[in-house]
């Protein structure tokens, strides 16, 4: 039984592997640059929430935690007072307290 010349060319061989190794490295790279913009992408959000903006190590699962309820807090601000006495609220409020979160009473207790 004779095998083909292409079975037996170890060029052909290595040639594939090389083009598999490099479908590997490029999807690894895509998923490494994925996984860095997600990373990235929290990091902007735990700056921009108060409570968290000090805190270096923060779990994904904790920083959307907190921007729930800071988005909720930033909701009940706007409906109580108003949007441009909320956003002079919210401005004093970061200003003084940067590092803690965002008030847990009631919005209508500020007024």
Partial sequence: RKMSPIALNTTNCIKYKNESDLKTIR??????????????????????????AAVKNSSKINILGQAAQYIQYLEQLTQHLGTQQALQQHTFY???????SSPSTSVSSTS
């Fill in 27 to 52: 999807r690894n790279a895509r998923e490494r640059n994925r996984v860095e913009n997600i990373n990235h992408s929290f990091e902007m959000l735990r700056q921009n929430i108060p409570s968290l």
């Fill in 94 to 100: 970061n200003n003084f307290y940067p590092q803690c």
